[in-house]
């Protein structure tokens, strides 16, 4: 540097060490004396501090860095310039004078229209900035304005400090990190007490994007930070009615300068965890055992009954729907044979997907002889019209699920050589015609399934369910009919009936608290073990499955969250979304049917609301006692740091999948509900120095943040996130020379754990028990407020620590059929669209903001939505996603498109959202949609996947994910620092302008 205009450049007494074009590091070391010690050297170092990204404490007499600052008394004023030994000599007449240039330097940002010719010196003269060239000619005085008053936010305790995502307290993210303090100081201070608030203003000054000045001396109206030293107690203090803190002794400061907090591997605020985190008392609300004798012998007993009136009757013919597998039915049909010996035949059909297993059972075997005459099948299916009921429209065709691919496989006739109609006035729920190519019939065959009436856990709404039946026919008119209940209807109606009032009952003085079943769940969670003998396998066609288990999982779980959001729209207007945890464990197999449910109760410890307003010191400068106040009852007590144990911040993820040493840089902001550490994995890169600015960095590189395993169920997005960070490290670093990448492998470890759980009993089941976290809460929903969620908190610290450009949220869907037959057998019925199948092996969501008001943000999206389809191109994906949303389009989009919408896009299914902006909204790009570019939410259909199925979900997330990491990698940015009337400030263009051309 031969320009002292360059001086707070890269390059000069700030560099770029790993070459990525951010500066990471000072460059120069300070020559301190006892002669010499200029308070206004502490707004010097602010300015260094927030000129670069990263830097450590050994800018004080090391002599490793390449320039070096000196200081001489002088008569002949006050001044410095630069020599060719690469030292910058200060010259001073006094010290107050010394303080002076070095607090205007601090605020002082270069204007090169102004100053067009090389600075060899700048001296003070009159609180003026003096600007020579060459041959000592005066070419420019600059004078600085004075500061005025600027608004400081309010902290409460010391807590606010050094918090993991900024120096003090941000009450909501932004890219804007404002810092404004000012020291006092007593006159006389030591020279190793201002080599240590050199650090602090440094590191404070790293920490921001806008620094205001001074902070010493007159003039300043920041937060107030008192420096006390001589005989005092080595301690910091936070005066909270004065709104000022004490550093008390040089320890003081030296420990508040390095202070890490306990998310970045330090000690500071690791009280907040000893209060957090401790153990929470369980005690049972009730447990309730639930025996039956099975509906294998209700119904024999039943035949027995029947015997008396038409066991002897010539012709009879039976026919019996049962929820039981294929050999219990069978024998089944050899018991009902020896109590109608007279009968001309016995059918023992599946009441649970009785249709498709018709056509497996009875309907097949008779079409196989006839196979090279098939040209086509149609099958006629009633609709379904009973206003009061939630099953759909084509609810019969949804049943018959996946039968084309069945046929197919076993005829060898194409999918979609196979038909369906609906009609409303057959006589059958079912009609089967296989026909020739002229048209002729060579086949047909109906089906009547019955279906009993039963209400929803809402008032007023019913559900039809296939039933179990037993009818008797002669001379084809039918002379007997009951239906007769299967083993987990009369299981779920007994839970219905009674276990939910019952926990309801437990729970409702609760509801006095505004804030249970919200932030707080009303109870920890409900447990119901049973076992049933129902059909469990697997088809062999896609993921598909026959289990009539599984859906009674999903049953228990969503209506049970369903009862309790209806509970709270009826006694607090508005529904519980955070009741507790309800967790299914089920299984099928023989023998009767049996289930223990216990509740219970959530015990609040450890919630109260504690205030730090003391650290008294040891002498190795570490903290000994922290004093607490109770918010609320004024309490005061004190703790031990040693007594505040770091909980293990090892997450469960990580005896799967390892992250590049190199790049393994984690932070743990939360801890969820259960008390597993949620990390944040920050990827750039890597710098020498001990402390980092995520907010620099995001300045000078725009951020992507990937939130994955939201989810839990959703299995792919955690290994493929992780994969992704690995190939990019190996195969395409230079990208993290552009863009940094903060990522959160696994947002919700508590339903994680709980997936882990339970595909021990059922690997293959979507498991959405596990799909909100451990008390049933779509945890999104109380991010930016107070609770006892941690998981909720995870995204708000990330948009306060980096302020991301783009969000992305990777999540799955249902790889195979999603059956609820207590609600109306479709998906949930609160949900707004369908996802009973997939509509897509990968499809994307994208949050769009009004065309008008923000016509950057909707271009961006449709930039990254042409480039996702780029990316997928000739990919197994996109094979995938023709072939699924051909299927969502035949059983679905064709007769309801309003419930089963596709949004196609040159191949690929992208739906966007209509989003309106709101600064209460928990979506990123409503809440700040200034500096946000994107929201997106990727889709893959993975609950619980393996083998190749999740390989290529996997392969999906990380292409979906690189698209849009290739395009903010392109997209145009420039960091501008500019200088205010307080102090300087730098920014860059936000939001992101994308491309658009592919270059």
Not at 154 to 164: I, T
Not at 955 to 969: C, D, P, S, T, Y
Not at 975 to 987: A, F, P, Q
Request: with cysteine; hydrophobic share 35%.
């Amino acid at each position: 540097m031969k320009d002292l205009r360059f001086m707070w450049e890269t390059g000069s007494l700030i560099h770029d060490q790993n070459g990525d074009g951010v500066p990471d590091g000072i460059n120069v070391n300070i020559e301190l004396t006892e002669r010499c010690l200029p308070s206004g050297l502490i707004d010097f170092c602010a300015r260094l501090g927030f000129e670069t990204s990263s830097l450590s404490f050994d800018f004080f007499d090391s002599g490793k860095h390449d320039w070096t600052i000196k200081m001489k008394p002088s008569e002949q004023g006050t001044y410095f310039e630069w020599r060719q030994d690469l030292t910058i000599q200060f010259y001073y007449r006094s010290e107050d004078e010394l303080s002076e240039l070095f607090r205007l330097l601090a605020r002082w940002n270069p204007d090169f229209q102004v100053l067009t010719k090389p600075v060899f010196k700048i001296a003070l003269v009159d609180q003026q900035l003096i600007f020579y060239g060459d041959e000592n000619t005066v070419y420019e005085k600059v004078s600085l304005p004075v500061s005025s008053e600027t608004k400081v936010p309010e902290v409460k305790s010391l807590s606010d400090f050094w918090n993991g995502t900024s120096f003090y307290h941000m009450k909501e993210p932004s890219p804007v990190h404002e810092t404004n303090i000012q020291f006092e100081i007593n006159r006389e201070f030591s020279r190793d007490l201002l080599k240590e608030l050199c650090y602090l203003a440094a590191r404070i000054g790293m920490s921001s994007t806008r620094l205001y000045f001074p902070f010493t001396g007159s003039g300043s109206t920041g937060l107030p930070i008192r420096i006390e030293q001589g005989n005092v107690h080595d301690e910091i203090y936070f005066h909270k009615r004065e709104q000022k803190l004490y550093l008390r002794g040089v320890r003081a400061v030296h420990y508040f300068a390095r202070a890490k907090h306990w998310s970045e591997n330090g000690d500071y605020g690791l009280w907040e965890l000893s209060e957090h985190h401790a153990d929470k008392n369980e005690e049972k609300l009730f447990e309730i055992t639930w025996e039956d004798p099975g509906e294998r012998k209700r119904l024999l007993d039943r035949c027995k009954d029947l015997t008396s009136t038409f066991g002897n009757m010539d012709g009879i013919k039976v026919e019996v729907f049962v929820s039981e597998p294929k050999s219990i039915r069978d024998s089944i049909k050899e018991n009902i044979e020896t109590l109608f010996p007279a009968a001309t035949s016995v059918n023992v059909r599946s009441a649970f997907k009785p249709a498709f297993l018709w056509i497996e059972e009875e309907v097949l075997p008779e079409l196989i002889p006839l196979k090279e005459k098939i040209d086509h099948i149609n099958i006629v299916c009633l609709e379904e019209q009973r206003a009061d009921g939630l099953e759909l429209p084509i609810r019969w065709i949804q049943e018959l699920y996946p039968a084309d691919r069945f046929l197919e496989e076993n005829l060898g006739i194409a999918a979609d050589r196979i038909n369906f109609a609906l009609t409303k006035d057959s006589r059958h729920t079912f009609s089967l015609i296989a026909r020739d190519q002229q048209g002729n019939m060579l086949y047909e065959n109906v089906l009547d399934v019955p279906v009993s009436e039963m209400d929803y856990v809402e008032r007023g709404k019913k559900v039809y369910p296939t039933a179990g039946a037993i009818r008797l026919f002669h001379h084809h008119s039918v002379v007997y009919e009951e239906l007769l209940p299967t083993d987990r209807e009369r299981f779920y109606e007994f839970y219905r009936r009674e276990v939910l009032p019952e926990l309801w009952e437990k729970v409702r003085k609760h509801t006095d608290d505004p804030e249970r079943g919200f932030t707080r769940p009303l109870f920890d969670r409900i447990e119901i073990k049973a076992s049933m003998s129902e059909e469990e396998r697997k088809l062999g066609i896609d993921e598909e499955r026959i289990s009539s288990m599984e859906a009674l999982h999903e049953d228990l779980y969503f209506n049970t969250l369903d009862y309790f959001m209806i509970k709270g729209e009826q006694h607090v207007e508005r529904g519980f979304t955070a009741p507790g945890g309800v967790y299914p464990y089920l299984q099928a197999a023989e023998g009767p049917p049996h289930a223990v449910i216990t509740s219970y109760s959530w015990e609040g410890n450890g919630e109260t609301e504690w205030e730090v307003h003391r650290i008294q010191l040891r002498e190795d400068a570490k903290p000994a006692l922290i004093e607490l106040h109770n918010k609320h009852t004024h309490e005061k007590k004190e703790v031990s740091i040693e007594s505040a144990e770091l909980p293990s911040m090892t997450p469960i993820w990580e005896d799967k999948w390892h992250v590049p040493e190199e790049f393994d840089q984690r932070w743990v902001p939360a801890f969820s509900y259960r008390g597993h550490p949620i990390p944040v994995l920050e990827m750039y890169t890597p710098v020498q120095e001990e402390y980092v600015s995520p907010i620099k960095l995001s300045l000078y590189k725009p951020t992507i943040l990937i939130e994955s395993g939201h989810h839990a169920n959703e299995v792919s997005s955690t290994p493929a996130v992780l994969e992704l960070i690995q190939e990019i490290v190996t195969e395409k670093p230079d990208l993290l020379k552009i863009i940094n990448m903060t990522v959160i492998p696994l947002a919700n470890p508590d339903g994680s754990f709980l997936h882990q759980r339970m595909i021990r009993d059922n690997p293959e089941w979507k498991h959405h028990a596990a799909r909100y976290n451990a008390v049933g809460l779509e945890y999104a929903d109380v991010r930016y407020q107070k609770s006892v969620i941690g998981e909720g908190e995870v995204v708000p610290a990330i948009m306060k620590r980096w302020a991301p450009d783009v969000v992305i949220d990777n999540h799955g869907i249902p790889s195979h059929e999603w059956i609820q037959p207590f609600a109306g057998y479709n998906s949930p019925p609160r949900f707004p669209m369908s996802y009973w199948i997939p509509n897509s092996l990968l499809y994307g969501i994208g949050r769009e903001l009004n065309r008008e008001k923000y016509p950057d943000h909707v271009q961006n999206l449709e930039i990254i939505i042409q480039r996702i389809g780029e990316k997928l191109r000739g990919t197994e994906i996109e094979e995938g996603n023709r072939y699924w949303m051909g299927r969502y389009y035949k059983y679905g989009t064709r007769w309801l498109p309003d419930t089963f919408p596709v949004e196609e896009s040159d191949g690929l299914n992208f739906y966007k959202w209509a989003s309106n902006v709101s600064s209460s909204s928990i979506a990123a790009i409503e809440r700040f949609p200034d500096w946000v570019s994107l929201d997106l939410i990727s889709e893959a259909a993975d609950e619980t996947v393996y083998g190749k199925s999740l390989e290529i979900c996997k392969l999906g997330q990380k292409l979906f994910n690189l698209a849009v990491i290739e395009e903010v990698a392109r997209s145009q940015k420039r960091v501008e620092r500019s200088h205010i009337n307080e102090g300087v400030e730098m920014k860059r263009q936000r939001p992101l302008l994308f491309r658009g051309d592919g270059s």
